[in-house]
């Protein structure tokens, strides 16, 4: 049979143009592509915004392996607010398996900042 041309083995490739062209990329710069799936971490503060944090964690749910919540007892005024996730309120129960909560300690804020 003849031999295939380069055409052929381009199509034959499980990468498409774009993916190939990223490797190349990645072996000029002594990188090998991985030995398993990168871990995917979102982290955010949070503020009392339920409805936009339920439609975040609906929509990227699928490729984020964890949601690391960063709440406070005191706004960016220095305003006591309440913990609205604790407990976690009913709609967002569905995400609790990966959703990790910090809640800042607030003893040692001090306004100004910058050693001010």
Do not use: M
């Not at 706004?75 to 398996?97: C, E, I, S, W």
């Amino acid at each position: 049979p003849p031999a295939a041309s380069s055409a052929q083995h381009a199509c034959a490739s499980p990468f498409s143009a774009e993916e190939r062209a990223a490797l190349s990329r990645c072996h000029e710069h002594g990188l090998e592509p991985r030995s398993s799936p990168a871990r995917i971490y979102d982290g955010f503060t949070f503020n009392d915004e339920i409805d936009l944090l339920e439609v975040r964690l609906h929509e990227l749910a699928p490729v984020v392996d964890r949601f690391v919540i960063v709440e406070a007892p005191l706004t960016f005024q220095f305003q006591p607010k309440p913990l609205l996730l604790d407990p976690l309120p009913p709609q967002l129960r569905r995400f609790a398996n990966q959703i990790s909560r910090v809640v800042l300690a607030t003893e040692r804020w001090e306004r100004g900042g910058h050693g001010e």
